[in-house]
Each structure stands twice: as C-alpha cells, then as structure tokens.
C-alpha cells in the first residue's frame, strides 16, 4: 500500500505546476516600454492581451458556465483555466478544503481568492509568459497543457532569440524554441483542449503534423521577419541594434484579415449538380482552434438577375453533455464528427441546382462562435455573431 502511495505523490509531483513569484518591476507591460515600445503596442492590440477572464466575455462566461455544471467554485475554474490563460498565477490548484471554505463564503483571505484576483495576471498572456519560459516539457501527457508544460527562468531572467542581446535591466538566455523550433512553444497552450470528460474538441498540434508542413506557426500570426529594433535601448556602440524581428500583434481568426481568402473556392457543375470545392491551403484543419468555430457556406440561385433559391451549409460540431443536452466544448461528453476542412486538403458539398437556374454565386463566411453555443451562454458582444467574409464566387449555369 505503502508503494502506491508513494507512486501517487510521485506522478502527481511530476506533472504539477510550480509558480515563480515575480519581482514587481516585471510584473506589467508598462515596465517594458521604455525599451520595448514598438512590440508592446503591438501586444496590447492581440488577443493575448486579451486572455484575462474579465477581458473576454466567451471565456469568462464559459468559466461560469463550467463552474455551474460541475458544481465547482468558480476560482476552483479560473485555476484550471489559468494554466493557459493566465499562467503567473501563483496558485495551480485547489483542493477539497478549499471548496468546503468557498460554499460557506470563507475564502476571501484565502491564497487561491488571492491569486485569482491578483494584479500579476490581469494582462493575461503579457511579455513575462512566453519570454520567462525556460524550459519545455515535450516528454508529458499531451492532456498537461500551460502551466503544466514548462518550467520558469527566475524573476529577472527573460528568454529571447538572439544570442547575442544584452540589457542592463535583466539578464537574457536564448532557446531554440524562441527561433528555429518556436512551434514548441505555441503547442504548450495551442497544442489540444478537452472537455471535463476528456472529450478532445480541438487539436491543433495533431492536425499540424498530419498536414507534413514545415511551416511556422509565427510565419502567419506574427507576420515575415522585418528589419527593426527589438530593443531601443542604445547598447552597441552607442546605437539600437537593427536586427530582423517580428509583430508581436498575435492575429488569429478574430481578425478579418486573417480570414480573408484563407480557402480556395472552385466551382463546378455535373448535370443537375453542383460541386462546391473548398480547399485549405493551411498548415492547420479550417475552422480550428477551439471549439464551436463556423464556417457558413451561403449559395444562391438565380434566374436571369432574380434570386430564386437560396441555401445554407453549416460546417461546426456540436456537443452534449448528460441526457444528450446541448453543451459548451468544456462539458462535452460527447462531439459530432469532426466536419472541418483538413490542413492542406479539401471538402467538397454537393447541392441540387434548381430547374431554370442561369446563374450561381457562393460566399464563404466565418463565425468563431456557432449559434447554439452563443445562445447557451447568452454571449452578447456582436463579436461572437459577426459573419467574416473568407471568398465568393459566381458561375454561370
């Protein structure tokens, strides 16, 4: 018995989370400005900057959500999603006892209400996230994600790509996972999520390494490398070193112009049929990144100038949770098939074209929220139901 024990404490030592208290002039964004301005406003302008459960109405009101159904405390939730969101959280997880003091109102004074509340994690995902990453993991369950992946440099130390950076504010290390093998550190978060019932509704990670790219991740959510100063700091022989960099603006698909033309269309008619190709030139499936993602496919028929038909196609997954009742992705215990476009390859839909019909056009928009999902959770930002354009295409019949 003794032995099963001791196996217990250590697997659980072994894939816990250790916090590093930070000094308090690294604690914010604001501390980098002086020497970092350019990358710093890029920041704030990303959804990184954003991951902050009071930042973000579809995260925070999934917290509640998932808090509900579990009949967990709600800072029993944000401590488990803070492994991703807000990883300098200085607690990483919660207990029975915690909970017991939580129904009764008896945590105010407690670490976790603390920590949950502090001012350390407010910007969510800022500079000292993945510049004090100091080690990666990559030999753990793909289900440790965050927090749980990586091990901190010390308060003071930053993590960089140049060799060769100085600073007399701190001291700097390089990793090769802050340049040539940087996909490493976005799968420490963007790698897979799942449900509390271990459904995997997303899996980026997987879908990347099925498409055989040798693509970087940065290549298209930080944009090419360009000639600028990382740090304005004049440390070279009384100059800013010019070095080739990247935007720290982080875009994904709640930026339009992300999504613009991210699918190929091709159009094609076979007797009474036609074929709508939708092709993905990207290193990832198409909707991904989280679950309840949309693409819209919208087709209209004409007779001369007239619309005479109209049809939509959804392409989403949808969840239940016991009793078969619709879900959020976080409660699932059950998915539907998995209906994205694969990386790199191609879907084709197949509708009926109406008699007399002269005329097709088809437009491809994106929602990052289905509407089963928003309505579960009564999201309100116009965000959440707003259609981005992707491509359109018309044909003659």
């Not at 980026?204 to 100063?229: I, N």
């Amino acid at each position: 018995m003794r032995i099963f024990v001791l196996l217990f404490l250590f697997l659980t030592t072994l894939y816990s989370a250790t916090a590093v208290k930070l000094d308090a002039k690294y604690q914010k964004s604001k501390n980098c400005m002086p020497c970092h301005e350019r990358i710093v406003k890029e920041w704030q302008g990303s959804w990184h900057a954003k991951s902050h459960f009071d930042k973000d109405e579809y995260f925070r009101k999934s917290l509640e959500y998932v808090s509900r159904k579990t009949r967990k405390s709600l800072n029993a939730t944000k401590v488990k999603c803070a492994k991703c969101h807000n990883p300098r959280i200085m607690v990483t997880k919660t207990d029975e006892d915690y909970e017991i003091a939580a129904v009764m109102g008896l945590d105010k004074d407690s670490e976790v209400n603390k920590a949950v509340n502090s001012d350390v994690i407010s910007e969510g995902i800022n500079c000292v996230v993945c510049h004090n990453v100091d080690k990666i993991h990559y030999n753990y369950p793909k289900s440790k994600r965050g927090i749980d992946r990586v091990e901190w440099t010390p308060s003071g130390t930053m993590t960089g790509p140049y060799k060769d950076a100085k600073s007399p504010y701190h001291k700097i290390v390089s990793h090769e996972f802050m340049n040539k093998k940087v996909n490493e550190l976005c799968f420490v978060c963007h790698a897979n999520d799942r449900s509390v019932h271990g459904v995997v509704f997303t899996d980026m990670e997987a879908e990347y390494k099925a498409s055989k790219s040798g693509e970087k991740c940065v290549d298209c959510h930080m944009g090419p490398k360009h000639k600028d100063v990382a740090s304005t700091f004049k440390n070279y022989n009384g100059k800013a070193r010019v070095r080739e960099v990247r935007a720290h603006t982080f875009k994904g698909a709640h930026k339009a112009d992300m999504l613009k033309d991210a699918l190929k269309l091709e159009l094609k008619r076979k007797k009474d049929a036609l074929y709508i190709t939708l092709k993905n030139p990207l290193p990832h499936n198409f909707p991904t990144g989280f679950g309840a993602r949309e693409v819209v496919v919208k087709i209209s028929f004409y007779e001369d100038e007239s619309v005479m038909a109209k049809k939509m196609i959804s392409l989403t997954s949808y969840y239940t949770r016991r009793h078969s009742k619709p879900s959020t992705p976080h409660m699932a215990k059950k998915v539907t098939k998995d209906i994205s476009i694969p990386a790199k390859s191609k879907k084709v839909l197949k509708v009926t074209v109406p008699k007399k019909a002269t005329k097709v056009r088809v437009e491809v928009f994106y929602r990052l929220v289905n509407d089963e999902v928003r309505t579960l959770l009564k999201l309100k930002d116009k965000l959440w139901s707003k259609q981005f354009p992707v491509t359109s295409k018309e044909m003659k019949l």
